[in-house]
């Protein structure tokens, strides 16, 4: 469970899509200000290098593998991108299946966020890969996946955010590109996972504002992506200590559609029993 008060109304990383009109800093800033005065620091690289990753992330699409819907969204965001971030690269221990599972029904985590008073954010599966989302603090978006294997999943999102810093509708649209690399480690399995953002603002949001924000919201990012990362873990722990513990607690995340919380149930099983192999063989 993210420690830092700052990163209680952010959300799991496909989620971030939510962000995209910077509502999740912007209602961070609204109740925190003391913050103000580092409002205006850019933390964004070099031109030239920023082009030469904004190009590499590009290259990890496999656009021949997309539908022609999935294609154009996209092509409308990347091509004419408002901002494009990079987040370092974050490594953990999990289950590589688990962590699939979770990376694309995000509402399981969302849900235990809720249980566990952390977070106001809701989400409601509509379709298998169209999810709603309201943040309670002014964000109203629609996430969808488009592309997923063990490697790579893609996200496509489109929202609207209205608060008291931006009183008027503003719109937008945002790519995400999380890449993920399998390991073993000491027999465990090991995930290490990167999140690229493509993000697009309408004509009529406020460019000032999100100038201005800009810095701001890309650090937070940063940190609700080292920060889930480590939530990932500590569900992996648990499913390894407690998995029925960890069973119990699926069963109470009302919001989370019955096969997928049942699904979640059997990977815990599975993956517990993984571990406890791991356990016996390391012991002879």
Known sequence: MPKHSILRRLTYIPALGICLLLSCSLTWAETNPSTQKNLGKNTTASTAKKISTRQEAETSIPWEKLTPEANEKLQTVIANPSVFHRSPI?????????????????????????????????MDRKEDYLINIDDSYGTQSQLELVYGNKDLHIFYAEGAYKGSIIPTISNGKVVLILETKNTQEAGKPVISHRLNMFIQFDKSTNQFVVKTLQGLFLKIVDMNFAETTKFIGQINEIIQDNPDGMKRLSGRLTRVQKPIREQFDKLIEHANARYEHIATNSKE
């Open 90 to 122: 974050q490594k953990t221990t999990c289950d590589h299946k688990v962590y699939r599972h979770l990376i694309r029904y995000p509402e399981l985590v969302v849900n235990m966020w809720e249980l566990m008073g952390v977070s106001k954010l809701r």
